[in-house]
């Protein structure tokens, strides 16, 4: 065997499931396509700009030592310390849909407050919401997969302010049309409301960074340009790993942080159409002289519906402009404010249309599409575009490209295995399919499923110590 | 190791899986899941440095033994009496 563990993919899930495996004294590689870190939440410089991928945010933002919170245990399991991360909390985000804005904070008596304020008749209504959500246990099996706008809507009556708040829950992590199941809206309800909004000091490279390093110095190994073609069962179990370049690898267990259906195909099986997932967005990214607070845009992050309800589904078109979110960064408090204001506008769009224009249309379209996007929001915001030096686009291919998931699709596939398992033995899958979501999630993700499925089983066996 | 240096080396292990919490402050006698939150992702990883470090052996039923301070001495102060303290935190 070549390793005790081989994880497919340098994202956040993977190196934190590797970070764990070598923390135990197992041998584990890390085998990444590209030849940067990060996956979906990456990061490049282009014309000495640097720009980040995926985050807009760290969701699940607790203090230090809070007990119980995500963030306090996904830190703790890899051994980094909270500042290490230097979180800057956002001055305020809001929901903005036509007639009403909804302005949120890290104190959750600011939201109760605005909810009070807006939707006053629906102040019981909300605050049995919010106690279905603390108190809702998170079970494995999956039987929990009800519609959250059929729960959501047997509680709460106003349809205005179930859109509203199920916008930044469909937009930080929905991989449903229109709708996301019950058991992820309360994940995400506390992480973006009951924990909040955060952004580490020089952007994602940071926590990536910081992955690397801890697992360079728990003995794992990392290699980029190796990407996965084909997973080879053996005796029943996956075990054997052939390369782009035909190199083969033999491994104990595999972690894939590929997604379901990719990581199943990568061993010769397919899944039902309807569990594939497909939705994705187009994103801008533009750089001004000045921040957008000297534009009076104050929020760090702006969910907003220009209709009264959210369509949260596939355009028919390249991209959808009436709904989606705004991502300021300069928002976020931080000891090194950055150089440039940057504005960031992210809104659905159609794999299947960006994939069959031809070359010259897909650059022009590219143009225009983020254009009409920063032309729609405007009226409810401001138009970025006359202070705008430099601007950069992600389509659906993009996230293709750098994910390698299915129609680029974001949060993966809309069915989720919260045990990780694959159906195959020897798969393990952990990342966006596996369940948990945002940023702390993934890394929960890969340190939860190392922990289930390798380091716990081996504690049992293992007698000696390590001989270094 | 003595039972005061049994205490010092859970310490240590308890500060390198949780280099957030501040150790000194651990009270001898109260439940550790109660002062720091251990869950048992964090008992694994004591369980975990505790071969890494001394070489012994701690069974998932005996996990509990290690709910405090004091009866963590109890439990590992006989399986560590022949073994050297060693500590690894923030080094």
Redesign the interface.
């Known amino acids: 065997m070549d390793y005790d563990a081989i994880v497919i993919g340098a994202g956040m899930s993977g190196l934190a499931a590797a970070i764990r495996i070598a923390m135990s004294g197992l041998s584990v590689c890390v085998l990444e396509r590209h030849n940067v870190p990060g996956g979906l939440n990456s990061y490049y410089t282009q014309e000495g700009r640097a720009f980040d991928v995926g985050l807009h945010a760290l969701t699940n933002f607790v203090p230090a030592r809070t007990l119980g919170a995500p963030l306090t245990k996904v830190l703790r399991q890899l051994r980094i310390r909270h500042e290490e991360l230097r979180l800057g909390e956002h001055e305020f985000s809001e929901i903005v849909f036509p007639g009403e804005r909804l302005t949120f904070t890290n104190e959750f008596e600011h939201f109760e407050g605005e909810i009070e304020r807006v939707f006053p008749h629906q102040r019981d209504a909300f605050a049995a919401l919010v106690n279905r959500v603390r108190t809702f246990e998170l079970r494995e099996d999956g039987v929990e997969d009800q519609s959250a706008r059929a729960v959501v809507g047997e509680i709460l009556s106003d349809p205005l302010l179930i859109e509203m708040i199920l916008c930044p829950i469909l937009y930080y992590g929905s991989a449903r049309e229109d709708d996301v199941a019950w058991s992820q809206f309360v994940v995400l309800f506390r992480s973006i409301f009951l924990e909040g909004l955060s952004r580490p000091e020089g952007g994602v490279r940071r926590i990536v960074n910081l992955l690397i390093k801890r697992l360079k110095a728990a003995g794992g190994e990392l290699r980029y340009g190796s990407g996965v073609r084909r997973i080879r069962i053996e005796n029943g179990r996956a075990q054997l790993l052939e390369l782009d370049d035909g190199e083969v690898l033999r491994s104990g267990t595999i972690f894939s942080s590929a997604g379901r259906t990719e990581s199943l195909r990568l061993a010769g099986r397919e899944v039902p159409p309807e569990e594939i997932g497909r939705l994705t967005f187009l994103e801008s990214i533009s750089m001004m002289k000045d921040a957008p607070a000297s534009f009076g845009h104050g929020a760090a992050t702006s969910f907003f519906c220009t209709e009264e309800r959210i369509a949260y589904r596939i355009p028919q078109r390249l991209i959808d402009v009436r709904s989606g979110v705004i991502s300021a960064p300069n928002n976020f408090r931080s000891k090194k404010p950055l150089k440039e204001g940057c504005m960031r506008l992210t809104v659905l769009a159609n794999y299947e249309a960006w994939h069959k224009l031809s070359k010259e249309e897909y650059v022009q379209a590219k143009i225009e599409c983020a254009e009409q996007a920063i032309a729609k929001v405007a009226a409810c915001f401001f138009d970025w575009r006359p202070h705008t030096v430099y601007r950069d686009v992600f389509t659906p291919c993009t996230i293709r490209r750098f994910t390698g998931h299915v129609g680029g699709a974001v949060y993966g596939s809309p069915k989720k295995s919260l045990t990780g398992e694959s159906g195959i033995p020897g798969l393990v899958l952990c990342g966006t399919d596996q369940g948990y979501l945002g940023i702390v999630g993934a890394m929960f993700s890969g340190v939860a499923m190392a922990n289930r499925h390798l380091i716990a089983p081996h504690q049992k066996t293992a007698t000696s110590p390590r001989s270094a | 190791m003595n039972e005061e240096e049994v205490v010092i080396a859970v310490k240590d292990i308890i500060q390198?899986?949780?280099?957030?919490?501040n150790v000194s402050m651990l009270d001898l006698s109260e439940r550790l899941r109660d002062q720091?939150?251990l869950?048992s992702?964090?008992f694994?990883?004591i369980?975990?440095e505790l071969?890494?470090?001394?070489?012994i052996?701690v069974?998932?039923e005996d996990y509990k033994e290690l709910a405090s301070l004091n009866s963590c001495v109890a439990y590992l102060h006989p399986k560590l009496v022949q073994k050297e303290l060693h500590c690894t935190a923030n080094a």
């Open positions: 390198t899986v949780a280099p957030d919490e720091i939150d869950d992702m964090d694994l990883d369980v975990m071969r890494k470090l001394y070489g052996q069974p998932e």
